[in-house]
């Protein structure tokens, strides 16, 4: 495995952090100071088929989004499926695991400049297979980023208890990003957690005010993730979602709550709410305003006049199963991705990072 190549590894203080936007971030400011930047995800836990591989979606989208050009399976060596802790629990294969992150490590270095290696969650995940983000760093050799989001108390615990975890195995922390802070607290929060970190013997390398467009799903994800079927719209997909409303209230009432780029959920036997979104979309569309899309709940599809009238107005329409407070909680707790077709999401992605992180200082570390 190379010795001289540079080396940070990406880790987490929980899931959703934005570790996999950081990390998209930073391999577009190293590319400008460094040149040839390898990636791997030594440890994927959401894997897709690509080129007949089990990698990583974060791979995947690190590959297509930054050009990185390096094999898909070495940036994801290990991607964990369904019954992999029971067989390795039973069977117990760590060295085998252990080579092939390293012969993948080593893949990914050759002729690149700076590798950026990103965990998975926080520093304990992957313990149960021996293989905690903890771990792989000390294996890799790499100093470690922690991702938290954004607050005082908590993000301060719980980077103190991941350093703990880290410097247990021998790991350095280089230091903390601190990730999604409400605008509205940033000057408050910007400058106290500097000072408990610091306390704590930890630099911050930056605070990151929280991008509501970064969270924002399109119909294409909501589809995707959640299995509705599309009945009109597919030229509208790519439509982003900034709001989301239950449609449960009488449409003359409903009206003042509809907005730009708002998503409607309501029971599709509700024509009167359907069509109340219709007519608003058609009466707004001179001024820009557009309906991202209308969800009918209970699998009631209603009649084909109605149908085609939402088809008129431009209005992606989903068919959900279920009541509507099943299907409308579940859009709300989709976990947005980011995909290699973002180019909106990544344009921030890259700003928000020159804008708030200190890349010199962070580079001096590597």
Known sequence: MP???????????SQNTGKTVVSLGLIYAFKERFGKIGFIKPVGQRYVIERGEKVD???????KACGIECAIRDMSPIAIERGFTKKYILEGTREKLVRRIKDSFGAVAKGND?????????AGVGSVFDLSNAAVAKILNSKVVIVSSGGIGRPID??????????KEGVEVAGVIINKVRPEKYEQINRIVRLGLK??????????????????????????????????GKSFLERRVDKILVGAMAPHDALKYFSDQSLIITPGDREDMI???????????????????????????????????????????????????????????LTVKIRPEDSEKTKVIKKMIEDYVDIEALAKQL
């Open 57 to 63: 979606e974060d791979s995947v989208l690190i590959e």
């Open 114 to 122: 700076l590798v950026v290696i990103e965990g998975t969650g926080h």
């Open 3 to 13: 010795k001289k190549v540079r080396r940070i590894f990406i880790s987490a203080t």
């Open 199 to 232: 306390k704590k013997g930890l630099k911050v390398f930056g605070v990151i005010p929280y991008h509501e467009i970064l969270s924002d799903p399109t119909i294409k994800q909501i589809i995707t993730e959640l299995n509705f079927k599309l009945l009109v």
């Open 275 to 333: 069509l109340a979104v219709v007519g608003f979309q058609m009466d707004r569309a001179k001024d820009d305003l557009r309906i991202s899309g209308l969800i009918l709940t209970g699998g009631i599809k209603p009649h084909k006049t109605v149908v085609d009238l939402v088809k008129r107005a431009n209005i992606p329409l989903l068919l959900a199963q279920g009541d509507t407070y099943s299907v409308a909680s579940r859009v709300h707790d």
């Open 158 to 167: 719980e980077i103190t208890l991941n350093k703990a975890l880290f410097e």
